[in-house]
């Protein structure tokens, strides 16, 4: 491993966890380093300017993954992992979601230096901002151990404390529900019984008394109610929320709870690594505001764009299991295979 690597990674106190690969490890030290890049270039000022412009924070760190790359050329496929998204972009987006970045009428960016804190484990603070000294890094997230002007979770994540069960009554209510003149052999329906993913988990008919339904994977959705007598009830869904806002990616949030209503969970498997780390694996799909959750407390495991594996540190996977939980997921214990 490149030494500036681990002078790194001793700064921002991240250790490798057992037998973890070269790649792997310096990959997740280049992701939490870029973060810390992009919160530190706001801090900038120039000409009575404050903080930087959106454009030349996305190429500051483009400049920087290819130099950090040229360090560790091995971790090249993880940093680069998508085609769809560049990671300066990415990790900006994330900052300005979560509050961390404050975007001005001129398009700048300045931090957030509130010193906000959020509660993640039983002695561990997510930070907003930049703390002067004792800080670590988790994932995106700067964590310290002094929690002051604390902020609960749930304001954080802008997430009601509807359980599952009270969440579908609200999305099912039979008021908001018509009968509508749509042929029935055109639609697909969500099986909540499928034990897989929801990609594969649509079907030519329906197989429960409240599901979700579509023409065709591009649209129209609708949330459907089967009466007692067959007939079908329809409320038009809006699925195209902004995908890249933390309170988007809504829509996922039904499907988990449809599944956990009939009693198939979507599953988190929490696999202990060794005495720091686990491996979490999301068997479902999340919505962006528990992704974006793990996003600050852990790092994706196989490239940046990963939103289904997750290395993160034993003390946070308590509090992971219960956001998780409150909107329908059910952990159990896994094993890590390497």
């Excluded at 002078?7 to 250790?15: C, K, L, P, Q, S």
């Excluded at 004792?134 to 002051?148: A, P, S, T």
């Excluded at 969440?167 to 018509?178: A, G």
């Excluded at 003149?181 to 429960?208: C, Q, T």
Aim: net charge negative.
């Amino acid at each position: 491993m490149n030494e500036l690597i681990n002078i790194m990674a001793n700064d921002m106190n991240i250790r490798p966890y057992t037998n973890e690969p070269a790649e792997y490890f310096g990959y997740r030290v280049i992701y939490s380093a870029l973060g810390l890049w992009c919160l530190k270039s706001a801090l900038s000022e120039k000409e009575n300017k404050r903080g930087v412009s959106k454009n030349a924070q996305s190429i500051l760190l483009h400049d920087l993954s290819k130099k950090y790359i040229e360090l560790c050329p091995m971790a090249k496929h993880f940093v680069f992992a998508s085609r769809n998204t560049n990671i300066a972009v990415f990790i900006r987006n994330i900052y300005e979601q979560t509050g961390y970045l404050l975007t001005l009428d001129n398009n700048y960016n300045v931090l957030n230096n509130s010193g906000e804190t959020i509660r993640v484990s039983e002695a561990d603070y997510l930070y907003l901002g930049l703390p002067e000294t004792c800080y670590i890094v988790n994932g995106l997230g700067i964590h310290c151990r002094n929690g002051r002007h604390e902020v609960k979770l749930n304001d954080f994540l802008v997430r009601d404390s509807l359980t599952p069960e009270e969440y579908l009554k609200v999305k099912y209510d039979e008021c908001d529900f018509d009968e509508r003149d749509i042929n029935v052999e055109e639609l697909e329906f969500f099986n909540p019984f499928y034990y897989g993913n929801v990609y594969n988990s649509w079907y030519g008919y329906i197989k429960s008394n409240m599901t979700m339904a579509r023409k065709s994977m591009t649209g129209p959705y609708y949330r459907v109610i089967r009466k007692d007598d067959g007939t079908l009830l329809y409320a038009d869904d809006n699925s195209a929320d902004e995908l890249d806002a933390l309170t988007g990616a809504e829509f996922r949030r039904l499907y988990v709870a449809l599944r956990n209503h009939y009693d198939n969970p979507m599953q988190i498997l929490i696999c202990p690594i060794d005495e720091e780390y686990s491996y979490i694996r999301i068997l479902g799909q999340l919505p962006n505001r528990e992704y974006f959750y793990l996003l600050m407390n852990a790092w994706p495991r196989y490239g940046f764009s990963d939103r289904s594996n997750f290395i993160i540190r034993n003390e946070l996977t308590i509090q992971t299991a219960e956001i998780l939980g409150t909107i329908g997921f059910t952990a159990r214990k896994g094993e890590f295979y390497g």
